[in-house]
Nanobody
Framework: QVQLVESGGGLLQAGGSLRLSCAASGRSFSSYAMAWFRQAPEKEREIVAAIDWSGGMTYYADSIKGRSTISRDNAKNMVYLQMSSLKPEDTAVYYC?????????????????????WGQGTQVTVSS
């Protein structure tokens, strides 16, 4: 059974930092791009970071660019999102997800419909 489990969220202060982790089990995802999405209350789920299957290319949404790093450890079937200089607008549930295309040549999917597997999410709340 495929399972993604996110961890590392919590209540943080503005200006702080966090590291989200996503542990995948049930199969290897080393051949698939992976991404972090987030969903704030009453807003649509949006992609904030992605990494291609090799780990050689990454994407960041403008909202977190310059203060975030996505990485993966294929040997451990893990993906991470490090964020610093946290802002109240970073408050959301953060989800990791696995792209539905193996060895995607164009990097990663950009919409929720292009991801097959999702974690249950981890809440990140940033107080001002």
């Amino acid at each position: 059974q495929v399972q993604l489990v996110e961890s590392g969220g919590g209540l943080l202060q503005a200006g702080g930092s966090l590291r989200l982790s996503c542990a995948a089990s049930g199969r290897s995802f080393s051949s698939y791009a992976m991404a972090w999405f987030r969903q704030a209350p009453e807003k649509e789920r949006e992609i904030v970071a992605a990494i291609d299957w090799s780990g050689g290319m990454t994407y960041y949404a403008d909202s977190i660019k310059g203060r975030s790093t996505i990485s993966r450890d294929n040997a451990k079937n893990m993906v991470y999102l490090q964020m610093s200089s946290l802002k109240p607008e970073d408050t959301a549930v953060y989800y990791c997800a696995v792209d539905h295309i193996k060895y995607r040549s164009a990097g990663w999917g950009t919409t929720v419909y292009e991801y097959d597997y999702w974690g249950q999410g981890t809440q990140v709340t940033v107080s001002s």
